[in-house]
């Protein structure tokens, strides 16, 4: 008989199997399935021979599928696989699970070396499927949900992979999705939700990498995403909201990378974005709105970075961008309005660095924009306006101890009833050095710069401050710290 009728012959057995072991009413116990199964994968053909059991229920025991190299694949479809004590798929090329049930309570899955598509299929009750080795998983309209033993999914390993479209990752009592030692993982119209013990993406090391587009990631416990030691990720046209402990995404450690576009990050605990110990992220027409403790974004520590074009920060409990601790943020187009306690935009401390280009900070409690403690900030093309009405009131810009440079820029108050000093264009307190050019002020305050104590030096070149003289437009007690330049 030649190769390929004894293939025939093989194919037409397991056909016959399979019509007599398929059905709903149809149980297969583990050590059958093992049995069986460990037949197919024995047999000497080259390939060509393909296995699909619909209808079975897989009943108890430790699955196991191991190397084969006749069967071209396996398919397993419309039924149940009960994997009470786990199940194991290595070297296994060409397996297929579509419309199945895997249950099994605080039990692993574990795939590795293998190529697996699972579609319409459902893995809970207490289940975490790990993705290790050489293996690529892809997914599709899959819920992992309801691990009470871990993670949903744990992607690990330089050439593993798994990708994930419109899949839910829910109520999992650590992770949604973790990356790991240098895997990979896409995720497209997934949601991430209510992990209870950690964040709903969590990807970490160096060479580790995830996409995430159109996901939405909600109410998880800790982050919403959480990115560290050296890790990338680019993630676009996605929602993370109400994250109840902390950010809603956070990076962390020098060699981490963040691209984000298009994101709404809204009424998360702490912070919408927060990025520290030497992160990098860029942000392009995004919204950082209503953060419940904290601010918008949150920037800080040495070697820190952000890069931000065209993003709002709206309606933050303390600022809409807070910077400090030596980091260095470019805003670009971005609006920071209706902070509920403090500023549009703060910066503080020494060796922070601000570069603001075209930004508008408006309907914040107090100032647009408030410098301290050392930092250097830059504004041109800005347009900053003293704190909203019914407010302590505060000047368009707060300032002190540090360097200040405004281009071009707007000082503007928003009305209401203040104390006159309040609302001056710049207030300079405790020392500090200033230059403004082509600056115009339009506050209801007697100056366009006020200076209060300390050691301080304020140029100012072509510059409006409304009044019929610019000296008399400044303060008077400090006249002799100011130099003006027609």
């Known amino acids: 008989m030649g190769l390929c009728a004894a293939v025939d012959d093989f194919q037409a057995e397991l056909d016959r199997w399979v019509t007599t072991h398929s059905g709903t009413e149809k149980k297969v116990s583990a050590d059958d399935f093992k049995s069986w199964i460990g037949t197919v994968l024995e047999q000497g053909f080259d390939g060509g021979v393909s296995l699909d059991l619909r209808g079975c229920c897989f009943e108890g025991g430790s699955f196991e599928l191991g190397p084969t190299r006749c069967c071209q694949g396996l398919k ?134 995830a996409v995430v587009t159109s996901c939405e990631f909600l109410a998880n416990h800790c982050n919403g995403i959480a990115v560290a030691d050296g890790a990338c990720v680019e993630v676009s046209d996605s929602v993370i909201q109400d994250t109840a402990g902390f950010h809603g995404l956070a990076a962390s450690d020098l060699g981490t990378k963040v691209q984000i576009v298009e994101c709404d990050f809204l ?55 807070a910077i400090g601790g030596g980091a260095q943020v470019n805003l670009n187009g971005c609006v920071g309005k209706g902070s509920k306690e403090l500023y549009g935009i703060a910066v503080t401390g020494e060796a922070t660095r601000a570069e603001l280009k075209g930004c508008h900070f408006s309907h914040n409690y107090l100032c647009g924009v408030y410098v301290y403690g050392g930092a250097r900030v830059s504004l041109e093309r800005c347009v900053s306006k003293a704190g909203k009405e019914g407010s302590d009131g505060c000047s368009s810009v707060g300032f002190g101890k540090g360097s200040l440079m405004l281009c071009g820029s707007k000082l503007m108050d928003q009305g209401g009833n203040f104390g006159q000093w309040h609302r001056n264009g710049v207030s300079m307190i405790g020392g500090g050095t200033a230059t403004l050019t082509e600056c115009v002020s339009r506050t209801s305050g007697p100056n366009g710069v006020t200076v209060i104590g300390g050691s301080s030096s304020v140029l100012a070149r072509k510059c409006d401050f409304g009044g019929e003289s610019r000296d008399q437009r400044l303060d008077q007690a400090f006249a002799s710290m100011l130099q003006i330049n027609p």
Do not use: P, W
């Open 267 to 321: 009424n998360n605990h702490e912070c919408g974005v927060y990025v520290t110990a030497g992160a990098s992220v860029s942000m392009n027409q995004c919204i950082a709105k209503g953060s419940k403790k904290f601010s918008g974004i949150s920037v800080e520590g040495q070697n820190t970075k952000l890069d931000a074009t065209s993003c709002e920060f709206l309606e933050n409990m303390h600022c809409g961008c």
């Open 76 to 209: 397993l479809s419309n039924g149940t696989l009960d994997i009470s004590n786990g199940l194991r798929v290595k070297g296994f090329e060409g397996l297929e699970l579509e419309d199945m049930v895997l249950k099994g309570h605080d039990v692993g899955i574990a795939m590795t070396d293998s190529c697996v598509s699972l579609r319409n299929c459902r893995i809970s009750s207490g289940c975490t499927l790990a993705i290790a080795s050489q293996s690529k998983v892809d997914f599709s309209h899959c819920q992992l949900c309801e691990s009470s033993s871990g993670d949903g999914l744990i992607v690990l390993g330089s050439k593993a992979a798994a990708t994930a479209q419109s899949c839910d990752f829910e109520n999992n009592t650590g992770s949604g999705v973790r990356v790991l030692r240098g895997a990979r993982a896409e995720l497209k119209d997934c949601t991430v939700g209510n992990s209870k013990d950690s964040a709903g993406l969590v990807v970490t090391g160096a060479g580790c990498r």
